[in-house]
Nanobody, 113 residues
Framework: VQLQASGGGLVHAGGSLRLSCTAS????????TAWYRQAPGKQRELVAA???????TYADSVKGRFTISRDNAENTVYLQMDSLKPEDTAVYYC????????WGQGTEVTVSS
């Protein structure tokens, strides 16, 4: 199983990015998918999650700005990030739980003020 994350980059505060995480070797349908992030010197934290029945949950710090979605046909989970803030700067990781936990390699997001 491999998870390939992409879409990170440098953006000014107030801008938007869309992260993608595409899986191979696993079928997304029936899985729990999530995005985490880890800022320098901080612990990895949950950003957003999407359950098997497509219920969503978000960290308080991103509610109303980030949206998680999943395309089962494409085996891809997305994180749309709007109104970005400098404090959103981090490496973003996707994960999938289906029988066991799988992590992607991370994609770096830098938000300049």
């Amino acid at each position: 199983v491999q998870l390939q994350a992409s879409g990170g980059g440098l953006v000014h505060a107030g801008g938007s990015l869309r992260l993608s995480c595409t899986a191979s070797g696993i079928i997304f349908s029936g899985s729990f998918t999530a995005w985490y992030r880890q800022a320098p010197g901080k612990q990895r934290e949950l950003v957003a999650a999407l359950t098997v029945v497509s219920a969503t949950t978000y960290a308080d710090s991103v509610k109303g700005r980030f949206t998680i979605s999943r395309d089962n046909a494409e085996n891809t989970v997305y994180l749309q990030m709007d109104s970005l803030k400098p404090e959103d700067t981090a490496v973003y990781y996707c994960n999938v739980v289906k029988g066991q936990l799988y992590w992607g390699q991370g994609t770096e997001v830098t938000v300049s003020s």
